[in-house]
């Protein structure tokens, strides 16, 4: 179901994109510089609009995403506090259950029967 659900958003997205390609595929100059267009330094001549539109589109996901791992950081601290913190309370319990199964005799030997009932009488 979850494939089936990524293939329909899949091909949504190509629907929207290739026609976006298709009619924006004319060449344009792309100038780096808003205060001298003109300026031929920090102008990439003749790139096709599609390619401006998909890579500004991309830059966005990518930003996005950095913006959203970095805003998590202080949740991921917390789970590897919280981890550490849980593998050292496992490790005293194994120790302690260790412990327990070391001092207690083992059933299958035969000893000495304990008193039933310790009155002072």
């Known amino acids: 179901m979850t494939r089936f659900v990524k293939y329909v958003i899949l091909f949504a997205i190509a629907v929207v994109l290739l026609p976006l ?6 060449t344009v ?3 780096l510089n808003p205060f001298d267009p003109q300026d031929p330094r920090l102008t990439i ?5 599609f390619w ?17 791992w970095a805003k998590q ?7 590897r506090v919280k981890r550490r913190e849980a593998d050292k309370w496992h490790k005293e319990a194994d120790q302690l259950r260790d ?3 070391a001092a207690q005799p ?7 029967a304990g008193p039933d009932n310790r009155s002072a009488a």
């Open 52 to 68: 401006i539109i998909f890579a500004s589109l991309l830059i966005g996901i990518i930003l996005g995403g950095f913006g959203a």
């Open 45 to 49: 001549p003749d790139i096709p609009l």
């Open 73 to 79: 950081g202080r949740w991921r601290k917390e789970a």
């Open 29 to 31: 100059s792309l100038s």
């Open 21 to 26: 390609a298709v009619t924006n595929r004319h």
């Open 106 to 112: 083992a059933s299958n030997l035969k000893g000495l």
């Open 99 to 101: 412990m327990q199964a």
